[in-house]
């Protein structure tokens, strides 16, 4: 059966390789954008050494809280600190999460959003431009996927937007979208369903990366995250064990029928689970039992998979004689559907602006880290990448809320440098590598490239409502249905006990 699988995967590998590589090929040409009086009053403010080390600083300073999603306090004050300060109106508590806000300057339309993340990941503590592994605090929360820069980028964004506007008279709305818990999937929706993207025409959202590129079309994983608890009875486990219900057998026979569920799904699927809750001691039967599963497919496959899995939480009930006490949906996100026009404008602006000059030193840290993780000594790229037609495959792969918006308002992702190649995303070389000076420049680079894209989209009428007409068509064949079951509420307690454990400990070792 298994060698029959294996022969299947190869021929399908075999029939989509070519074509997948020949898609990857083809380059979209994008001229470079233009550089005119309103879009220079952004740049200039941005280039200033001082406008790098503020918000280099701030970077570094989120990158020490290293706070998780929905824990963010410390990070989201500062960034809305840094906001209010320039004049921006700062909603707070925005969709029921205290640590998602909204900053918003000017009025009237159009309004253009920037998106921002700051939450960072648990067990990746590590000292920055550090190589080898060495924790700040063991096993502490660190930022290994640069969201330290993203949320600050964001901000960068659009107060040299503002600026702009300012000066040049622009008539429109700029708007930072300050989204918490990325790392979970968990903000979007909750957002997307409190209305807050509704008035935006267009929204530029970022992403922290070794290079810089950009890209449009369809990517990653639909997902619904989703806690199953099962409720039994206790007993003393030897002495009258047919006086209890173990609520444990029912997640593990719950986790075997989705094993065996996986033959009989779509190869597009993507099942994972961890055991929350399962008892305290062998010798009483648990009578509470919890698992967190990762239900992940295309847009199209999501929620069919979703059942079946559903179904399994409720034969493993029946079978146990256990009660299904709880489904939890903690978050159901969609497909990222990138749109074109926006990307081209983003890759205009790329070109325009180009990469960060680095110094001798660092890359000097760049080969030390590519050395110690056995890659190529090569040190930081120099060159932008060339906007590529989407392979149009879909099979597997994670997942980003940012899927949510991009089904509300035309979206596209600028990936921006900083970060050294061959590091390891969520892994400690990436939170090394995502502080002091060329994660300075990265964030200043990707936020010049963001500032000029905003301008392009302000004041001039004819590239807006030309991505604007691209988003109708595709809103017409793919309309937006929200994952959420009614009722659901964003986890808050989540991350919390993590974060109570080694706030002070990580506040004594400040980087
Ligand atoms: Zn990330």
């Known amino acids: 059966m298994k060698l029959f699988n294996l022969t299947i995967s190869f021929i399908i ?9 020949g898609a990857q090929d083809n380059i979209v040409e994008v001229p470079k954008a233009k550089l005119y009086k309103e879009k ?27 706070e998780l999603g929905l824990q963010e306090f410390k990070s989201s004050a500062l960034l809305i600190k840094t906001l209010e300060d320039e004049g921006f109106k700062v909603e707070k508590n925005v969709a029921g999460m205290p640590t998602c806000f909204t900053a918003t300057w000017g009025e009237g339309k159009p309004v253009i959003g920037v998106l921002g993340e700051f939450d960072a990941l648990p067990m990746l503590s590590q ?13 502490a929360p660190g930022h290994g996927c640069g969201h330290n820069m993203m949320g600050t980028a964001g901000v960068a964004t659009v107060i040299a937007v503002k600026k702009s506007m300012e000066e040049h008279n622009i008539k429109g709305t700029i708007k930072f979208f300050g989204s918490p818990a990325e790392e979970t999937v968990i903000s979007r929706p909750y957002m997307v369903r409190a209305g807050v993207f509704d008035d935006v025409d267009a929204i530029i959202d970022n992403h922290s990366s070794t290079g810089m590129n950009t890209g449009f079309g369809v990517s990653g994983n639909a997902l619904i995250s989703v806690i199953f608890t099962f409720r039994g009875k206790t007993a003393h486990s030897a002495g009258a064990p047919w006086e209890g219900r173990s609520a444990l057998d029912a997640v593990e026979i719950m986790n075997i029928s989705t094993n065996y569920l996986r033959e009989h799904l779509h190869y597009t699927h993507r099942l994972h689970y961890v055991i929350m809750e399962g008892g305290e001691a062998p010798n009483v039967v648990p009578d509470r039992a919890s698992v967190w599963y990762y239900v992940r497919n295309t847009d199209e496959r999501i929620e069919e998979m979703y059942e ?9 009930a029946l079978a146990t004689g256990t009660e299904l006490e709880e489904i939890r949906v903690m978050t159901g996100i969609h497909q990222r559907h990138c749109n074109r026009g926006m990307a081209e404008l983003i890759q205009s602006n790329i070109q ?5 000059e680095w110094t001798e030193e660092e890359n000097e840290f760049a080969r030390a880290l590519q050395k110690e993780l056995g890659k190529e000594e090569k040190g930081y790229p120099e060159k932008v990448s060339e906007l590529k037609e989407p392979s149009g495959i879909q099979v597997g792969g994670g997942s980003s809320d940012v899927g949510e918006v991009t089904l509300i308002a035309p979206t596209a992702t600028l990936r921006f440098p900083g970060g050294v190649p ?18 300075w420049k990265g964030l200043n680079t990707g936020a010049r490239v963001m500032a000029a894209t905003a301008i392009d989209l302000l004041t001039k009428a004819e590239v807006l409502d030309k ?3 691209e988003f109708a068509d595709f809103s017409e064949e793919h309309p937006y249905k929200s994952l959420l079951p009614e009722g659901s509420e964003p986890p808050l307690y989540l991350n919390k006990e993590l974060m109570e454990k080694y706030r002070a400990l990580m506040e004594k070792a400040r980087w």
């Open 127 to 139: 000292k920055g431009l550090v190589p080898n592994q060495d924790p700040l605090v063991k096993g």
């Open 352 to 356: 325009l602006i180009g990469m960060p």
């Open 308 to 316: 079946r899995v559903v179904n399994c939480a409720k034969g493993a």
């Open 467 to 469: 991505i604007k007409k």
């Open 40 to 66: 220079k009053t952004a740049l200039n403010y941005l280039e200033d050494e001082n406008t790098v080390t503020s918000f280099g600083k701030i970077s570094d300073k989120i990158w020490g809280y290293a």
């Open 422 to 439: 061959g590091m390891i995303f969520h892994h400690r070389s990436a939170v090394s590598a995502y502080y002091g000076s060329a994660a």
């Open 13 to 21: 590998i075999l029939f989509l390789y070519p074509l997948h590589a």
